[in-house]
């Protein structure tokens, strides 16, 4: 089991990509009928769904911007120069995960199709199942004793209200770091919704000219972040090197 972890932690950008293409085609065969509830609780879904996967991008942002380098990495090896404890970690042992969590949540709001919450919900619980034993294992290797404390004090996926460990997990909040780390997964997930959303309303021949500019808008405006965002990665690469 923590073999096969460490192989999906290792290939986790993309082992998704078919699962998404499985949904894709099904959402795209159910010509956007409504799903339960009708018209009205899938409007009302769509929007939960954004706020839902806005605060899941949230968490993950507000982590990597707190995250010590060498810790808690997006590389394909496992990876922890020391063992994080304090700040969102204080409260739940994933918060990254979480956040991912958040996220698909969200999407699948907005799609609201039984078969898309049951392949969607397995396939990450699924994953992470494998992920977080083969990352566990490790910790425990590094840290032994400490890492055992720490598992017994916070939970792995609903957080605790007050913080196991007290002070801050960082001097400061990185705000470059936060946008290096997260300007790809933010503008994936962002975009998947604002096709999502169009594709629902066009199915359905509600996207009138004023809707069809607003998310066009949205998706330039998610574009715009984007690429801002990776060519001053690229001058503080190269200013770094």
């Not at 919450?117 to 397995?122: M, P, R, S, V």
Request: net charge positive; hydrophobic share 50%; glycine share 12%.
């Amino acid at each position: 089991g923590v073999g096969f972890g460490r192989a999906l932690f290792r290939f986790r950008s993309f082992t998704p990509v078919p699962v998404i293409a499985a949904l894709a085609l099904l959402l795209w065969r159910s010509r956007a009928v409504p799903g339960p509830g009708g018209l009205l609780i899938d409007s009302t879904l769509d929007a939960l769904g954004l706020v839902v996967a806005l605060l899941g991008q949230a968490l993950r942002f507000y982590t990597l911007g707190l995250v010590p380098e060498g810790t808690s990495g997006q590389g394909s090896a496992l990876e922890a120069t020391s063992l994080n404890t304090r700040g969102p970690y204080a409260h739940v042992r994933n918060p990254l995960y979480l956040g991912n969590l958040g996220i698909v949540v969200g999407l699948l709001l907005i799609a609201h199709q039984p078969w898309a919450y049951g392949i969607g919900l397995a396939f990450f619980f699924g994953e992470y199942f494998f992920i977080i034993r083969a990352e566990e294992e490790f910790l425990r290797s590094r840290f032994g004793e400490r890492f055992d404390e720490f598992r017994r004090n916070v939970p792995r996926w609903i957080p605790r209200l007050t913080p196991a460990y007290t002070g801050p997990l960082r001097a400061r909040f990185d705000l470059g770091r936060a946008l290096r780390k997260e300007h790809n997964p933010f503008a994936a997930w962002a975009t998947g919704a604002v096709l999502l959303l169009a594709w629902e309303r066009w199915a359905r021949g509600a996207l009138g000219p004023s809707l069809a500019l607003s998310l066009a808008l949205v998706q330039l405006a998610v574009g715009a972040v984007f690429v801002g965002v990776k060519g001053w990665k690229h001058r503080w690469l190269r200013r770094s090197a």
